[in-house]
C-alpha cells in the first residue's frame, strides 16, 4: 500500500530564517506531487505541483520554491520567511486511480513564523 | 474565475440527524469533484470522488451527487454520529486545469450526543 510522511509536523521560525519541508512517497512510482497550503481561516491553496524528477510547477508568485530531487520526494523551500509565510502546509499524490485523478494527502506541517 | 463555495461554513446537529452540506462552483466544465474531511490540525481523508460522467457516489452513510448543469454538489450524511464531527471540504478539478484541485473553505461539522 502506498503512504505519505512529511515532516517536521511542526516548526516555529522567526522571520528571515530558511525553511525546508519534506515529503516522501512510498509504494508508487512517478507519482504526481503537490504542496497546498492552508492560511488560518482560509481554503487549501494549491503552491507547487510535478509530474516527475526536476519539473516544477508553481501556481502562484510567492516567497516559496519547490524541487523534486528523486522520484517520490518533494521539498518546499524558502530563503527567508515572513509572517505570511505561517500555515499549515500539505504534501499530497496522485495517480490514476479508476481511470481519474484521486489525489491522497499526508499529514501537513504546521508552521508558525514569529 | 474558478471558485468553489461551500455552505453552510458551519453545522451543529444532535446526533441521529440526517444532514445535507452544499458545495457549488463557477464553472460547468470539470473533470471530477472530490469530498474530504479533515479532522483539527490533521491532513485530509478522501471521502468519495464523482467523475464528470457521474451523478453520484455512496460509501457507507454517505452520498454525493453531482449536478454540472446547475454547479452544485450536496454530501449527504444519514445518521450522524459525534463521531463525523470535522471539517467536510469540497473540491473540484476543472476542466483544463490538470492535476488542479481548487477547494472551498469547507464546512465545519460538530454532532453532539
Known amino acids: 500500500s502506498q503512504t505519505i510522511h512529511q515532516w517536521p509536523a511542526t516548526l516555529v521560525q522567526p522571520v528571515g530564517s530558511p525553511l525546508s519541508l519534506e515529503c516522501t512517497v512510498e509504494?508508487?512510482?512517478?507519482?504526481?506531487l503537490y504542496w497546498y497550503r492552508q492560511a488560518a481561516g482560509r481554503g487549501l491553496q494549491l503552491l507547487f505541483y510535478?509530474?516527475?524528477?526536476?519539473?516544477i510547477s508553481s501556481e502562484v508568485p510567492q516567497n516559496l520554491s519547490a524541487s523534486r530531487p528523486q522520484d517520490r520526494q518533494f521539498i518546499l523551500s524558502s530563503k527567508k520567511l515572513l509572517l505570511s509565510d505561517s500555515g499549515f502546509y500539505l504534501c499530497?499524490?496522485?495517480?490514476?486511480?479508476?481511470?481519474?485523478?484521486?489525489?491522497?494527502f499526508g499529514p501537513g506541517t504546521r508552521l508558525t513564523v514569529l | 474565475k474558478q471558485e468553489v463555495t461551500q455552505i453552510p461554513a458551519a453545522l451543529s446537529v444532535p446526533e441521529g440527524e440526517n444532514l445535507v452540506l452544499n458545495c457549488s462552483f463557477t464553472?460547468?466544465?470539470?473533470?471530477?469533484l472530490q469530498w474530504f474531511r479533515q479532522d483539527p490540525g490533521k491532513g485530509l481523508t478522501s471521502l468519495l470522488l464523482?467523475?464528470?460522467?457521474?451523478r453520484e457516489q455512496t460509501s457507507g452513510r454517505l452520498n454525493a451527487s453531482l449536478d454540472k448543469s446547475s454547479g452544485r454538489s450536496t454530501l449527504y450524511i444519514a445518521a450522524s454520529q459525534p463521531g463525523d464531527s470535522a471539517t467536510y471540504l469540497c473540491?473540484?478539478?476543472?476542466?483544463?486545469?490538470?492535476?488542479?484541485?481548487?477547494f472551498g473553505a469547507g464546512t465545519r461539522l460538530a454532532v453532539h450526543p
Open positions: 499530497a499524490w496522485s495517480a490514476w486511480d479508476r481511470g481519474t485523478d484521486t489525489q491522497y
Open positions: 509504494g508508487t512510482s512517478n507519482p504526481n
Open positions: 510535478s509530474v516527475g524528477i526536476g519539473q
Open positions: 464553472d460547468s466544465a470539470i473533470y471530477n
Open positions: 464523482i467523475q464528470s460522467s457521474q
Open positions: 473540491a473540484v478539478m476543472f476542466s483544463g486545469g490538470y492535476n488542479k484541485l481548487i
